[in-house]
Structures are given as C-alpha cells and as structure tokens.
C-alpha cells in the first residue's frame, strides 16, 4: 500500500484531498499543529520519519492581502517550506505534487497564458508563491506543480462565500469586473490531482511527465460575472439574501483599494494539462453550482 503525506488538511484543497487521495493509499494528513511550515526541522522529521511514496502539498500562506505587511512570513511558508519539502523528498526518492496560483503573473496579456509565459507578480503572496515553485523545482524535478486560480469549494474561506455572507444583508454589492480568470472548485483540484498521483503510483518505473501545469475549470468570468452568478443560483435554490442579482454593480480595481494588485488577467490555458494527461475540464458554473448545493443541503 503506498504511502501519502498531505500537508493543510484543514485547507480547502488539502480537506478536499484527504477524501480523494484516500483510495490510493494510506494517507498521512497533517496540519500546522503537526508540522508547523515555519519550521524547516519539523518538516524534515516529519518527512523521514514517514517516509511516504508521495507528497501532497496544498498548504500555503493564502491571505493576499495580509501578505504585504507580512512578507516574512508568507515567505517562510510558501518559499523557503517548499525548497525544504523538495529537499527532503528529493533525498527519499518521492515526487512532490503542489500548488500555485494565477498571481504569479503580471496579467498585462492580450490573450490566455501559456505555462512558458513569462512570470512577473505584482503582489507579495505571488512573489513568495514563485520563490516556492523556483525553490522546489530546483531541489525535487520530480515535481508537479499546478498553477490554479479562485479557488472556492464549501470547506474554508473562499470569495463565494465572502459573497453570500455580504448578500445576507446589504442592499447592493461594488464588485470588480475588469480582473478575468475561472473561479475553479477545490473538488476539481483534489479529484485531478488523484488521478496525476494514480498515475504515477501505477507507472513508477514509467517516463513521468514532471513540471508546471495550469489547472482551472473551463470557461471565464471577472469577479462581477461570478458574483452574479452565485447570487442568482442561491436565490434559486431558495436562499434568502437581501441583494437581489441587479443590485450587484460593476466596477473598476480602482473603485476597490486593496494593499495587493490583483492582475486584470488571469485567464490560464489548460491545453497542456488536458493533452498531456488526457482529462477534460468541466465549466466553472458546474463547480459554483455543486458548492452551493453542498452548502443548501449544510444549512438543513
Ligand atoms: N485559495 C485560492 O484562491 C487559491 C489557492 N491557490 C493555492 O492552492 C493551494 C491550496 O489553497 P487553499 O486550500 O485555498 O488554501 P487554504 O488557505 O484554504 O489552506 C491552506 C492551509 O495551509 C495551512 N497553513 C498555513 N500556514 C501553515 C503553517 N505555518 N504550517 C502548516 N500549515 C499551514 C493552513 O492552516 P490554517 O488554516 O490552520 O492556517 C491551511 O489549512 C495553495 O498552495 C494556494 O497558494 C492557488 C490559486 C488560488
Ligand atoms: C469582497 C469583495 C472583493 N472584491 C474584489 C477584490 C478583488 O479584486 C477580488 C477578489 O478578492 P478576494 O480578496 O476575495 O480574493 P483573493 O484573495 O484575491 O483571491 C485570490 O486568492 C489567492 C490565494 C489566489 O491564489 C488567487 O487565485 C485568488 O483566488 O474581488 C470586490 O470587488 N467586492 C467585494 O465585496
Ligand atoms: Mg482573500
């Protein structure tokens, strides 16, 4: 039985892991309390006294805002704990399966990007999730590292919920509508990513196809776009919010300041991905509409 070691079990991903990851061995799930990131000793022991087959890697420092007054921290986590983690899984011999994130680019493109375009963030959690993938990278080729965006599912925080929560009682919500991108559902991420992992554990003296991928749901919105939607399909699954989808306005970036750009353009081509390992990426609103039916049914 091979053995799997998943890191932010409580995290959206890593909690959404833990369940699909779970046919496929024995998994070991931690979280801070187990192995605190910050602490490069913790990871090692952890690592060589499991000894897994596979790392699974989803935690990470993920409050964007936050990050820019905390720099150092983000760093520690999302940089220099993934150069430890390959470092580690180099020496043991296991591949490490990961995350980043959309904000590794600059979004000043005309079009979707391209794994091979190039990276430029504009805020500090994309520049510590860079340094992370650069770290890893170098330490563990053995690696697949899948640059995702908007991630949103029922477990966790999430800019879904951050919109039900506000639809409660304002009367009317500003949302951004010049940032595009593919809100894209931690369901989706854990059920590819079990299937990247399958593959491995079923071909391991195969050629692997190791490197940097992007994982998104198909299509495309800007976070008006998808806010609407949310609220629309709530409404129709009989919530009852104050903000009816009309009184949800779109604005510019600059109508909403925050301490971390955002890029205008996040829109990330899955080509690579999809023909490399043979999967088909479902639309964005399958994902929005299968959370809000998870969070229908928790509200009894
Ligand atoms: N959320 C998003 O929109 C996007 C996320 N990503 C990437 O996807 C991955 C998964 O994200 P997501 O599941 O949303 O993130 P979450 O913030 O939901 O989960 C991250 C997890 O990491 C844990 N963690 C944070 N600090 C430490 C630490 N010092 N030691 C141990 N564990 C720690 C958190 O624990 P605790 O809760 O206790 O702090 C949490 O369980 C990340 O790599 C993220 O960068 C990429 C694009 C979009
Ligand atoms: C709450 C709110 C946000 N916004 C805007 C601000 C911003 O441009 C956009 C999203 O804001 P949020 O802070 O919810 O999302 P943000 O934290 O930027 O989400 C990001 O998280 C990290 C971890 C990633 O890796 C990214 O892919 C992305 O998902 O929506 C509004 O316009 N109106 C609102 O009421
Ligand atoms: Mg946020």
């Given amino acids: 039985m091979p053995r799997i070691l998943l890191t932010g079990k409580n995290g959206q991903v890593g909690f959404a892991l833990n369940q699909t990851l779970a046919v496929l061995g024995d998994v070991t799930a931690v979280d801070v309390h187990e192995c605190d990131l910050t602490k490069p000793d913790a990871i090692r022991d952890l690592i060589l006294t499991h000894r897994p087959d596979v790392i699974v890697h989803p935690a990470a420092y993920t409050a964007v ?5 905390e720099q150092e921290l983000a760093y520690a986590i999302n940089a220099v704990a993934s150069g430890v983690i390959g470092e580690v899984a180099a020496q043991i011999g296991a591949p490490v399966f990961t995350f980043s994130t959309d904000y590794v680019y600059p979004g000043d493109k005309d079009g979707w990007y391209q794994e091979s375009d190039a990276t430029g963030p504009l805020s500090v959690y994309g520049k510590t999730k860079l340094a992370g993938e650069v770290a890893l990278a170098a330490a563990q080729p053995k690696h697949v590292t899948l640059r995702t965006s908007w991630v949103f599912g029922p477990w966790g925080g999430n800019f879904l919920k951050t919109m039900l929560r506000l639809a409660k009682d304002r009367d009317a919500l500003n949302v951004v509508a010049d940032q595009y991108g593919a809100p894209t559902s931690a369901n989706l991420l854990a059920d590819v990513t079990a299937q990247l992992v399958a593959r491995y554990l079923n071909d391991v003296d195969g050629e692997y196809p190791w ?3 992007h ?3 198909g299509g495309e919105t800007n976070w008006h776009g998808y806010a609407k939607y ?3 399909h709530a409404a129709e699954l009989g919530w009852n919010l ?4 009309d009184a949800i306005k779109p604005i510019p970036a600059s109508d909403y300041p925050v301490p971390a750009p955002r890029p205008s353009n996040s829109q990330l081509d899955t080509t690579l991905l999809r023909e490399t390992f043979g999967l088909s990426l479902p ?3 399958h994902g929005v509409r299968h959370t809000l039916a998870l969070l ?3 509200r009894g």
């Fill in 230 to 232: 949310v609220i629309e």
């Fill in 283 to 285: 639309d964005w609103q």
């Fill in 211 to 213: 490197g940097t991928y």
């Fill in 296 to 298: 229908s049914a928790g």
């Fill in 65 to 69: 805002d936050k990050a820019e007054s």
């Fill in 242 to 245: 104050q903000v009816k989808p």
């Fill in 215 to 217: 994982l998104v749901a």
